[in-house]
């Protein structure tokens, strides 16, 4: 292992690292049977009030044995004891318990306490998923104004109380860079949490309502979805998950042939002046594709495909500040996730959970870890490439981190976003589904809080995720890759992928 991370510390020369393990907190716990999901669970409809009860200890259970933003929903003023009283009186009297109320009430006490864009509660995996973050999409005028001098120029408006060519005084968090309409072009809108028809704006110093309008977006649901297309300038792809199905599904083998295609298009496309990686309605998954796909956009020499293997190991250690939590549960959550999904490097990992899994079963503790990684790093541009990432508000977890990766390690000239803001859920990481035992509801939880974030210039917060640099949805989608890539025949290859994955 240090023989291979010396290779890739002596390829990324100007990176130098030192982490350290802090241990903040540690109590002795006990160890309760830990129910997980599989592709087949679903959750009742119906369970009774004893039932319920039984459900109730165990969200308790996992949420302080297995999240990672426990803590701070105590420092917020989460009691588990109120917690219970609220619900168990709420439920009092009620011979048979509606879970789909259930999991709108677990969701709607948990929303002051809770900032996690992965936290969800839901019946199984096709079905709508109760998150106690709400994702903030943007809705838009038809308002464009041209800056110039910090000053706002209209040039086009449906709105008649405005005049063109007039200079505005704009509140700075109702603009968004908008270049497909011109140079140095700005577009009014606003960011929701919900779906309004109108939204009230400061514009020279008064309030003003003006309508607003959802430009709209798609949605790949689930499954692998993916599709290439090339030029002699550009390649585009898209792919619309990085999750692996489980190691039995009639879908494994396909996933780790569009994986495997996905991670060598960066040599296959070596002599691309642009690639454009379509993340809309990707809804993320594990890190190995990504790792490896931009591994191999570094590196031409083939003789270091071996080492891909190590690349998480190299991110865990490397990228992230952050703070993560250790107990039996979370120990056997990594084991039944590896043993069920065999990601790459799996005998590593189940090594090494089985090793945890030993200690805690002698000495049951929940820990608390802080990990400082202390950091100095120099981007290494890609030469005569670009690096285009497609995300809008269906880019999760994964899917987000992946333009962040490519930032990092390239800079922003070469690495250009166009779309939306992505959903918004980077902060917890390291995530696992615990089955609740009677309801067969599942809780969606995070093992790790992400604290580089915070020094993150595009990262702008649990529910509204990355920004991009060009702000564009709908039908000025191609005409904005178009102005970036300069690709007359791929735009015309591109025609409708607005309302589409290509």
Same mark, same amino acid.
Request: glycine letters at 6%; one cysteine or more.
């Given at each position: 292992?240090?023989k291979?991370?010396?290779i890739?510390?002596?390829?990324?020369?100007?990176?130098?690292?030192?982490?350290?393990?802090?241990?903040?907190?540690?109590?002795?716990?006990?160890?309760k049977?830990?129910?997980?999901?599989?592709?087949?669970?679903?959750?009742?409809?119906?369970?009774?009030?004893?039932?319920?009860?039984?459900?109730?200890?165990?969200?308790?259970?996992?949420?302080?044995?297995?999240?990672?933003?426990?803590?701070?929903?105590?420092?917020?003023?989460?009691?588990?004891?109120?917690?219970?009283?609220?619900?168990t009186?709420?439920?009092?009297?009620?011979?048979?318990?509606?879970?789909?109320?259930?999991?709108?009430?677990?969701?709607?006490?948990?929303a002051?306490?809770?900032?996690?864009?992965?936290?969800?509660?839901?019946?199984?995996?096709?079905?709508?998923?109760?998150?106690?973050?709400?994702?903030?999409?943007?809705?838009?005028?038809?308002?464009?104004?041209e800056?110039?001098?910090?000053?706002?120029?209209?040039?086009?408006?449906?709105?008649?109380?405005?005049?063109?060519?007039?200079?505005?005084?704009?509140?700075?968090?109702?603009?968004f860079?908008?270049?497909?309409?011109?140079?140095?072009?700005?577009?009014?809108g606003?960011?929701?949490?919900?779906?309004?028809?109108?939204?009230?704006?400061?514009?020279?110093?008064?309030?003003?309502?003006?309508?607003?309008?959802?430009?709209?977006?798609?949605?790949?649901?689930?499954?692998?979805?993916?599709?290439?297309?090339?030029?002699?300038?550009?390649?585009?792809?898209?792919?619309s998950?990085?999750?692996?199905? !489980?190691?039995?599904?009639?879908?494994?083998?396909?996933?780790?042939?569009?994986?495997?295609?996905?991670?060598?298009?960066?040599?296959?496309?070596?002599?691309?002046?642009?690639?454009?990686?379509?993340?809309?309605?990707?809804?993320?998954?594990?890190?190995?594709?990504?790792?490896?796909?931009?591994?191999?956009?570094?590196?031409?020499?083939?003789?270091?495909?071996?080492?891909t293997?190590?690349?998480?190991?190299?991110?865990?250690?490397?990228?992230?500040?952050?703070?993560?939590?250790?107990?039996?549960?979370?120990?056997?959550?990594?084991?039944?996730?590896?043993?069920?999904?065999?990601?790459?490097?799996?005998?590593?990992?189940?090594?090494?959970?089985?090793?945890?899994?030993k200690? !805690?079963?002698?000495?049951?503790?929940?820990?608390?870890?802080?990990?400082?990684?202390?950091?100095?790093?120099?981007?290494?541009?890609?030469?005569?490439?670009?690096?285009?990432?497609?995300?809008?508000?269906?880019?999760?977890?994964?899917?987000?981190?992946?333009?962040v990766?490519?930032?990092?390690?390239?800079?922003?000239e070469?690495?250009?976003?166009?779309?939306?803001n992505?959903?918004?859920?980077?902060?917890?990481?390291?995530?696992?589904?615990?089955?609740?035992?009677e309801?067969?509801?599942?809780?969606h939880?995070?093992?790790? !809080?992400?604290?580089?974030?915070?020094?993150?210039?595009?990262? !702008?917060?649990?529910?509204v995720?990355?920004?991009?640099?060009?702000?564009?949805?709908?039908?000025?989608?191609?005409?904005?890759?178009?102005?970036?890539t300069?690709d007359?025949?791929m735009?015309?290859?591109?025609?409708?992928?607005?309302?589409?994955?290509?």
């Open positions: 292992m240090k291979v991370i010396s890739f510390l002596l390829l990324f020369v100007s990176f130098n690292t030192f982490a350290n393990d802090t241990l903040l907190y540690s109590e002795q716990c006990e160890i049977e830990c129910y997980f999901p599989n592709e087949f669970s679903k959750g009742l409809s119906e369970i009774t009030y004893e039932q319920l009860l039984k459900d109730i200890d165990y969200i308790c259970y996992y949420l302080k044995s297995a999240y990672a933003g426990y803590d701070s929903m105590r420092q917020k003023g989460f009691e588990e004891e109120k917690f219970k009283i609220f619900l009186e709420k439920y009092t009297g009620v011979e048979n318990v509606n879970t789909r109320q259930l999991m709108k009430d677990i969701s709607e006490y948990l002051f306490y809770v900032k996690d864009g992965h936290f969800s509660i839901s019946a199984n995996l096709s079905n709508e998923n109760y998150y106690i973050t709400k994702k903030r999409l943007i809705l838009w005028t038809n308002t464009f104004f800056k110039k001098n910090n000053e706002y120029y209209l040039i086009e408006s449906d709105f008649d109380k405005f005049y063109k060519g007039a200079s505005f005084s704009l509140s700075e968090e109702n603009v860079y908008y270049p497909a309409k011109g140079k140095n072009v700005y577009r009014l606003v960011l929701s949490d919900k779906r309004i028809d109108s939204a009230e704006f400061e514009i020279n110093g008064n309030k003003i309502k003006m309508p607003v309008y959802d430009d709209g977006n798609i949605d790949s649901g689930f499954g692998i979805k993916y599709h290439q297309i090339e030029t002699d300038r550009t390649g585009y792809v898209s792919i998950s990085f999750l692996f199905p !489980h190691k039995k599904s009639n879908t494994r083998k396909g996933a780790e042939i569009i994986f495997s295609k996905f991670e060598n298009l960066s040599q296959e496309w070596k002599n691309k002046k642009n690639i454009v990686i379509d993340l809309r309605g990707n809804k993320g998954g594990e890190l190995n594709s990504i790792e490896t796909f931009l591994y191999n956009t570094f590196i031409s020499e083939k003789k270091f495909e071996k080492f293997k190590k690349m998480d190991l190299f991110f865990e250690d490397n990228f992230f500040e952050k703070q993560f939590i250790d107990s039996p549960v979370i120990a056997t959550a990594k084991f039944n996730f590896i043993n069920n999904y065999e990601v790459e490097n799996s005998k590593y990992h189940k090594r090494d959970a089985l090793r945890i899994l200690e !805690h079963k002698k000495n049951p503790k929940i820990n608390y870890w802080y990990r400082n990684t202390e950091s100095k790093w120099i981007s290494s541009p890609l030469r005569d490439k670009q690096l285009i990432f497609l995300i809008d508000r269906n880019s999760i977890s994964a899917a987000e981190l992946f333009p990766f490519a930032k990092k390690i390239f800079g922003n070469c690495i250009i976003i166009i779309g939306e992505s959903y918004g859920s980077l902060e917890y990481g390291e995530i696992y589904d615990y089955l609740l035992p309801s067969k509801l599942r809780l939880l995070g093992s790790e !809080h992400l604290k580089f974030l915070s020094s993150c210039s595009i990262w !702008h917060g649990e529910g995720g990355i920004y991009p640099d060009y702000w564009t949805t709908g039908q000025d989608l191609n005409e904005t890759i178009f102005l970036v300069q007359e025949e735009k015309q290859k591109l025609k409708g992928i607005e309302f589409s994955l290509k």
